[in-house]
Antibody
Framework: EVQLVESGGGLVQPGGPLRLSCAASGFTFSDFWLTWVRQAPGKGLEWVANIKPDGSEKNSVDSVKGRFTISRDNDKSSMSLLMNSLRVEDTAVYYC??????????WGQGTMVTVSS | SFELTQPPSVSVSPGQTARITCSGDALPKQYTYWYQQKPGQAPVLVIYKDSERPSGIPERFSGSSSGTTVTLTISGVQAEDEADYYCESADSSSIWVFGGGTKLTVL
């Protein structure tokens, strides 16, 4: 059974850092692109960043470029999102997502990040 | 980057057909995915690659594509289908974009 478990969310002050983690199991982790998607309270889904299976390619939405860094450890089947210079508008539930061929598409339960003073 | 446009809301009575559209200039070149999200839950894939239905998704869910518009059709809507629906596509650089979401209300 595919499982994605996010952790690391919490309350952080504006300008502060936070690291999110995603622990994966139930599939061959090193074969798949991984993605972070977020959802602000009462708002829609927003793609944040993704990373290639071997880590050689990373993409991110313009609003987080230079502040957020996505990484992965294929030996530990885990992915991270290091978030620096956090802003109030980064407040959201952050989901870890894996998608492959056909209908292989799994989301974690999400972790809440609140940026507030 | 590109944008995907969805109507904010669609309302139908039980048993009727609901159609939710998603428009974007890049859609003829890229596959579209549709997600259903109920309050407090993670999104669930209901259509992939424009018109394919994942295993476990009821047959009343279907997808179609025509030019720059893709459509999610729910035939014989049931009360349990009330949810937010999002279309999603990617540009050639593996960058995903979501539509703004459509709230489906079952009257």
């Amino acid at each position: 059974e595919v499982q994605l478990v996010e952790s690391g969310g919490g309350l952080v002050q504006p300008g502060g850092p936070l690291r999110l983690s995603c622990a994966a199991s139930g599939f061959t982790f090193s074969d798949f692109w991984l993605t972070w998607v977020r959802q602000a309270p009462g708002k829609g889904l927003e793609w944040v960043a993704n990373i290639k299976p071997d880590g050689s390619e990373k993409n991110s939405v313009d609003s987080v470029k230079g502040r957020f860094t996505i990484s992965r450890d294929n030996d530990k089947s885990s992915m991270s999102l290091l978030m620096n210079s956090l802003r109030v508008e980064d407040t959201a539930v952050y989901y870890c997502v894996v998608r492959g061929l056909h209908d292989f598409d799994y989301w974690g339960q999400g972790t809440m990040v609140t940026v507030s003073s | 980057s590109f944008e995907l446009t969805q109507p904010p809301s669609v309302s139908v009575s039980p048993g009727q057909t609901a159609r939710i559209t998603c428009s974007g200039d890049a859609l003829p070149k890229q596959y579209t995915y549709w997600y259903q999200q109920k309050p407090g839950q993670a999104p669930v894939l209901v259509i992939y690659k424009d018109s394919e239905r994942p295993s476990g998704i009821p047959e009343r869910f279907s997808g179609s594509s025509s030019g720059t518009t893709v459509t999610l059709t729910i035939s014989g809507v049931q009360a349990e289908d009330e949810a937010d629906y999002y279309c999603e596509s990617a540009d050639s650089s593996s960058i995903w974009v979501f539509g703004g979401g459509t709230k489906l209300t079952v009257l």
